[in-house]
């Protein structure tokens, strides 16, 4: 007699509405590449992370820039550390030297934004575009 399966999962087992904080990194470092014609390009890099005892932080997502005509020179921008949760995220940001935090999708956003009109960030930028060769048409 065959054994009938039982599903005792629920059926919307957790799906969520919210764009998780790697999607919108990924959206942004392909945008810097279409912005610089490819002169740069944004590459984020995900590894998991252990917090102290306490404090869960599996996820870290590195935000890079690459200039392929400096020979795949890379310069990480930031990082965004986060939990299973999604949010809050907090964000260190290096040529700043600075650590943000945002407890929603909404006010990453703003972050990121803030982030990348740094004079610090267009500095970099436009020291790496310059040295790849890049001039504006």
């Known amino acids: 007699m065959a054994e009938s399966t039982r599903d005792l999962w629920p059926p919307d087992l957790g799906v969520s509405s919210l764009v998780p904080p790697l ?3 990924r959206e942004q470092a392909a945008l810097l590449s279409q912005k610089t014609k490819g002169f740069l390009e944004g590459e984020v890099v995900t590894r998991a992370e252990r917090g102290p005892r306490n404090k869960a932080e599996p996820f870290l997502h590195e935000f890079r820039i ?17 939990d299973f949760e999604l949010y809050p995220v907090v964000v260190r940001v290096y040529p ?16 990121l ?3 990348f009109s ?3 960030t267009r500095r970099v930028i436009g020291a790496l575009l310059a ?3 890049f001039q504006e048409k």
């Open 118 to 120: 740094y004079d610090s």
């Open 113 to 115: 934004k803030q982030i």
């Open 96 to 111: 700043a030297d600075i650590e943000l935090e945002a407890d929603c999708e909404d006010k990453f956003l703003e972050l």
């Open 66 to 82: 690459r200039a392929p005509a400096l020979g795949d020179y890379r310069y990480e921008l930031f990082d965004v550390r986060h």
């Open 23 to 25: 999607a919108i990194l």
């Open 131 to 133: 040295n790849s060769g």
